[in-house]
């Protein structure tokens, strides 16, 4: 099992925590970001400014049993269609039964921003977010042991 980042829009106290927890567990960490990122970690993938090329890069090197941290819907999906796990910087833990439903809202929700419409964007990150990554990544380690 080898925890996999999807670097390019993950809050620096994401992979703080996910390194720590690697350390703890004893588990390789993959970071995954295009060249406009300076990312320092042991194993680390740079990939061009293309739009989806980390997704694709991700996807190229998880494997069943390996958790990706994304905030990418559609990543999460096809993550979990590989058997590995899936969890959001929030610390919201993707599940098969329900990212049908996701990937739904998602498609509302851009529908709706290209009819002229406006969405909410993320919350600022508190205190409480960290937490509950930090909690709910052991949990997902856990279940994927």
Request: aromatic fraction near 4%; glycine fraction near 8%; charged fraction near 25%.
């Amino acid at each position: 099992m080898k925890v996999i980042i999807d670097a390019d829009a993950c809050p620096k106290g994401v992979l703080s925590i996910a390194q720590n927890t690697c350390l703890e567990y004893g588990l390789e960490l993959w970071t995954v970001a295009n060249f406009n990122h300076n990312i320092r970690s042991e194993h680390h993938i740079t990939v061009g400014n293309s739009s989806q090329e980390a997704d694709i890069e991700i996807m190229n090197i998880t494997k069943s049993g390996d958790i990706v941290v994304t905030q990418d819907w559609g990543l999460a999906a096809m993550v979990l269609a590989k058997g590995a796990g899936a969890i959001s910087p929030t610390g919201r833990i993707f599940q098969a039964a329900t990212i049908d439903f996701l990937l739904e809202e998602r498609e509302i929700k851009a529908k709706h921003r290209r009819t002229g419409g406006r969405t909410k964007g993320p919350q600022k990150r508190k205190l409480l977010d960290d937490l509950q990554f930090r909690r709910e990544l052991v949990r997902l380690i856990d279940e994927m042991s």
